[in-house]
T-cell receptor
Framework: AQSVTQLGSHVSVSEGALVLLRCNYSSSVPPYLFWYVQYPNQGLQLLLKYTSAATLVKGINGFEAEFKKSETSFHLTKPSAHMSDAAEYFC????????????FGAGTTVTVRA | NAGVTQTPKFQVLKTGQSMTLQCAQD?????MYWYRQDPGMGLRLIYY???????DKGEVPNGYNVSRLNKREFSLRLESAAPSQTSVYFCASRPGGEHEQYFGPGTRLTVT
């Protein structure tokens, strides 16, 4: 079965500090990987995606993620947190062989301290 | 473009009542999806439609039915609502040849 694990359901960072959100997937076939962000009472917005091109992917709002096949990971980072980064973040995986259906991790809520 | 729209935004049902959640997209996407979001569980796929005229079950289809009315619209029906169906429901669409899905704003459903 294909699955996605996000380590840590809550992360608290200081404004200006590094944001690191961890995501691991379990699959023997090449995945497509995504990070989505959800602000309170809103839908999901795509932050970035990995689709077998460059392993280091840059997204919106200064976020980036690196695909590491050997570690089956796709961790999300941002060098300097801003108050507006407070949100819930979801890692998701899909496969061409599975009609591109998304499987989501449980989510990580980020709070930013002033 | 409105993108993906969902109606209603909020709904309260009593156990046993029925209702239909509406979803429409104006991006000419082939595939459409229904998810439910519950705390600590991420989003789980209920049903999806790879193209107009086709629908398939996802991870948690029990208690739901869907209709792909045309290319734009994909509705989700609860025939006899149960408290376990209290959740936030999201509709999404995906263009052919692309990988990411585009999400609507969600419907918050409470079943008492």
């Amino acid at each position: 079965a294909q699955s996605v694990t996000q380590l840590g359901s809550h992360v608290s960072v200081s404004e200006g500090a590094l944001v690191l959100l961890r995501c691991n997937y379990s699959s023997s076939v090449p995945p497509y990987l995504f990070w989505y962000v959800q602000y309170p009472n809103q839908g999901l917005q795509l932050l970035l995606k990995y689709t077998s091109a460059a392993t280091l992917v840059k997204g919106i709002n200064g976020f980036e993620a690196e695909f590491k096949k050997s570690e089956t990971s796709f961790h999300l980072t941002k060098p300097s947190a801003h108050m507006s980064d407070a949100a819930e973040y979801f890692c998701a995986v899909s496969y061409r062989s599975n009609d591109y259906k998304l499987s989501f991790g449980a989510g990580t809520t980020v709070t930013v301290r002033a | 473009n409105a993108g993906v729209t969902q109606t209603p935004k909020f709904q309260v049902l009593k156990t046993g009542q029925s209702m239909t959640l509406q979803c429409a997209q104006d991006m000419n996407h082939n595939s459409m999806y229904w998810y439910r979001q519950d705390p600590g569980m991420g989003l789980r796929l209920i049903y999806y439609s790879a193209s107009e005229g086709t629908t398939d079950k996802g991870e948690v289809p029990n208690g739901y039915n869907v209709s792909r009315l045309n290319k734009r619209e994909f509705s989700l029906r609860l025939e006899s609502a149960a408290p376990s169906q209290t959740s936030v429901y999201f509709c999404a669409s995906r263009p052919g040849g692309e990988h990411e899905q585009y999400f609507g704003p969600g419907t918050r459903l409470t079943v008492t």
